[in-house]
């Protein structure tokens, strides 16, 4: 499952994601945080047809994890992506403060539009800027429905991840040490069907 705010020209997604880490196999969830370019589409048929949406280009992203097995709430891994190079995002950036206090964290870097981050505001057309920095508490709400500590098992992680499922078997075929990994947890992503 995914929510999503779409703005003129900007889209804000959220959802619940499972990581494996290639290194040492350990896992990682919780809320994923997104800012996307809305890309203009061709206008088609008529004045009251449907128009085509489409949350493409990442500009940002903030993920509120814990690893499986920490104390839930404990945000050991919640990290973000300031930049992104086309769809891949830039190295992990870490910060104390979202460690400490993760949704003050999202709803200043929204309430800001990614200012208080350190890394520069988000590139967003001027008003979109302004009605999403007034949409801070809003991002958050949304955001918190995908928190770790609201996901305590294998089956439930994987029920708010399954469209992703060949995402997470990929991150299973790049493991660096597989025989590290928690076969049992991650039973549902290698049973699902791509």
Not at 35 to 49: D, K, P, T
Not at 50 to 78: E, H, K, N
């Amino acid at each position: 499952m995914q929510q999503i705010i779409a703005l003129s020209r900007c889209a804000v997604i959220a959802r619940h994601w499972f990581e494996i880490d290639l290194d040492d196999a350990s896992m990682e969830h919780g809320a994923r945080v997104e800012l996307r370019e809305l890309v203009s589409q061709q206008r088609r048929g008529s004045e009251s047809a449907a128009q085509i949406v489409t949350a493409d280009r990442p500009l940002w992203r903030a993920d509120l994890f814990d690893r499986v097995g920490d104390p839930p709430g404990s945000y050991g891994v919640a990290h973000f992506h300031p930049r992104f190079s086309g769809n891949e995002p830039c190295p992990r950036a870490w910060d104390a403060a979202l460690t400490a206090s993760p949704w003050d964290w999202l709803r200043a870097q929204v309430a800001s539009t990614g200012a208080a981050s350190g890394h520069g505001a988000w590139p967003l057309d001027p008003e979109d800027a302004s009605e999403l920095g007034g949409l801070a508490d809003v991002v958050v709400a949304m955001a918190r429905q995908f928190a770790p500590e609201r996901c305590g098992s294998a089956a439930g992680c994987f029920r708010l991840t399954r469209d992703v499922a060949e995402s997470v078997q990929l991150m299973m075929s790049y493991l660096r040490r597989p025989d590290l990994l928690d076969e049992d947890w991650v039973a549902p992503w290698r049973q699902s069907v791509v």
